[in-house]
């Protein structure tokens, strides 16, 4: 009974595709821009040395078993990870306004204030709008809750940074109380992030509006090396009164991609009812967890709770965060300037030391993604999309040669 007119066969998830063709591919100097995951100077996948240390505490631990977490999973690890991403210091969190749960990494933070929101969200019809180009994977678990989507234009491909005026009247004509999808920081593609001016203004827009701020903050620490300056977006709608919800993501941050750790935040604004709407809040989102997940895991949330609770491990962390994010801009550095001697125009790759995190938009066009795929092997995602990460002394003179070559 399930034809192909019911259940038609779905396309491959890109990204994963692309990670296939590359494995296959047996050319020596094959070089992988694809995919989103940090790897060092020897292009191998990086255990963070303090998660490392983590580990270790955690077999030697005699009390630990395989009991279920709670619902809303390991307190220790959400209360730092309140913290972290919205300050010590934070008012919201000394008002307990905040309610944090555990999800399956940032996917199922996204996924679980999806799912929320389009249960509880007092608009009708709701909105939601996300920034174009974004994470590819945004529009599926919306559109899987039924969240409907338009989008505000985000990139310029002529300037290859913000579309800063697209971006912001759009929201301005998004209808009243519409939830605006914001990416925290080192934006996913596009590698651009409004500067601190334009944040203000950004939200200037979003209270005028009564819209509903949703952070995405998928590399926190990872994008610049400081974890302050990487929420500061976050914290400035904070301090700024929002009701709000943050998806937060430990697998860049933590190289814990495969444990699938994360967590899921609700603030709301400040006011005498604050607390009363935290807990109602907080009890449908545990609701709604129990459904879906029952319990998260616990292996990757003890290693980050370790360390995000003990101030020598703390320290360590942001050193291995230094680690990577440094190497991530140098990459860009080097790409930069090699493509700009083989051209010969100086400025004319700019945006590659110009844009932060884990990507960059090279402004490649799919033709030239097929042909530098064919003739050199260098593997990147069809929209120009570069994974800094992939890029190493060994292999950034002869990728930068093959671009160069395909951009003639
Ligand atoms: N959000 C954005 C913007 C991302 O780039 C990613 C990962 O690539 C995620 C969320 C979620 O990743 P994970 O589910 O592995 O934490």
């Known amino acids: 009974v399930f034809h192909h007119d019911i259940v038609p066969l779905a396309p491959e998830d890109p990204l994963f595709g692309l990670m296939a063709a590359y494995k296959k591919d047996d050319f020596d100097n094959k070089v992988d821009l694809g995919i989103g995951a940090y790897r060092d100077n020897n292009a191998q996948p990086w255990v963070l040395p303090v998660v490392k240390k983590a580990e270790e505490l955690l077999r030697k631990d005699p ?34 306004r905040v309610v944090s749960l555990q999800t399956i990494s940032g996917t199922g933070a996204v996924h ?7 249960h509880f969200y007092p608009r009708n019809p709701k909105q939601l709008y996300l920034s174009s180009p974004t994470w590819a994977n945004h529009n599926q678990i919306f559109s899987n809750v039924k969240l409907p989507i338009k989008t505000y234009p985000y990139f310029s491909p002529h300037t290859k940074g913000l579309d800063f005026d697209g971006m912001l009247s759009t929201i301005e004509q998004a209808p ?23 944040w203000k203004e950004i939200a200037k827009v979003i209270r005028a509006k009564n819209h509903f701020p949703f952070f995405d903050c998928a590399y926190q620490g990872f994008a610049s090396g400081d974890l302050g300056n990487d929420a500061w977006a976050v914290r400035y709608f904070v301090s700024e009164g929002f009701e709000l919800c943050i998806a937060q993501s430990f697998a860049k941050n933590f190289g814990l991609y495969a444990e699938r750790t994360g967590v899921f935040h609700f603030v709301t604004g400040a006011g005498p009812d604050a607390q009363s709407t935290i807990a109602r809040i907080g009890s449908q989102l545990t609701l709604l967890q129990r459904s879906e997940i029952s319990n998260p895991p616990a ?32 990459m860009r550095k080097a790409l930069r300037s090699k493509l700009e001697q083989l051209n010969g ?5 700019k945006h590659i030391t110009d844009q932060i995190g884990m990507f960059s938009f090279t402004g490649l066009t799919e033709k ?27 292999n950034i003179d002869y990728t930068a040669k093959a671009i160069d070559t395909v951009m003639r």
């Open 112 to 118: 679980l204030g999806g799912l929320f929101l389009a």
């Open 63 to 96: 009390n630990l078993n395989h009991e279920y977490l709670p619902i809303a999973g390991l307190a220790d690890f959400t209360m730092a990870a309140q913290k972290l991403i919205l300050g010590a210091d934070s008012p919201a969190i000394k008002d307990k």
């Open 368 to 394: 030239q993604v097929v042909k530098v795929k064919d003739d050199a092997h260098v593997y990147m995602t069809k929209n120009g999309r570069i994974s800094m990460a992939g890029l190493n002394t060994g």
């Open 176 to 198: 009243e109380g519409s939830i605006i999808l914001l990416h925290a920081c080192a934006h996913n593609p596009t590698g651009v992030d409004p500067t601190r001016d334009q």
């Open 345 to 349: 125009k100086e400025g004319s790759w």
């Open 299 to 330: 292996y990757g949330a003890r290693i980050a709770s370790l360390v995000l609770n003990d101030p020598d491990l703390f320290k360590e962390w942001q050193a291995n965060l230094r680690t990577m994010a440094g190497r991530i801009i140098d």
